[in-house]
């Protein structure tokens, strides 16, 4: 059992450093945790508090019947519980397989929220 870990907003010199203490207490959070979802939550609260501006994080998951992308654990705002048809940041990920990364969310082609 993980117990619960104060974290709060850090300044880093570099984004590096940023993501090298991210991966190192994520690996933390996960190495003695079987169960996926309780992971993605344990991830999505751990980005939510280190990450500076941002207002979600979190998790979707690929339904295969239902080609599409259906809300998993999360931290901030409501979000969209289903996404189809390809649109969002988030369906861009996964039909390019790879990172999406935007500046403003909203500028984003297909935007959907």
């Given at each position: 059992?993980?117990?619960?870990?104060?974290?709060?907003?850090?300044?880093?010199?570099?984004?590096?450093?940023?993501?090298?203490?991210?991966?190192?207490?994520?690996t933390a959070l996960?190495?003695?945790?079987?169960?996926?979802?309780?992971?993605?939550?344990n991830g999505a609260a751990?980005?939510?508090?280190?990450?500076?501006?941002?207002?979600?994080?979190?998790?979707?998951?690929?339904?295969?019947?239902?080609?599409?992308?259906?809300?998993?654990?999360?931290?901030?705002?409501?979000?969209?519980?289903?996404?189809?048809?390809?649109?969002?940041?988030?369906?861009?990920?996964?039909?390019?397989?790879?990172?999406?990364?935007?500046?403003?969310?909203?500028?984003?082609?297909?935007?959907?929220?």
């Open positions: 059992m993980t117990s619960m870990v104060k974290l709060e907003k850090l300044n880093f010199e570099t984004k590096k450093q940023q993501y090298n203490f991210i991966a190192t207490k994520m996960v190495s003695t945790e079987d169960d996926f979802i309780a992971n993605m939550a751990l980005l939510w508090n280190i990450l500076k501006d941002i207002n979600w994080s979190g998790f979707y998951l690929w339904n295969e019947e239902n080609k599409e992308l259906v809300l998993a654990p999360f931290c901030g705002m409501p979000a969209c519980t289903r996404l189809k048809d390809g649109k969002g940041v988030c369906n861009a990920a996964v039909i390019s397989r790879e990172t999406v990364v935007v500046k403003n969310v909203h500028e984003f082609p297909g935007h959907i929220a």
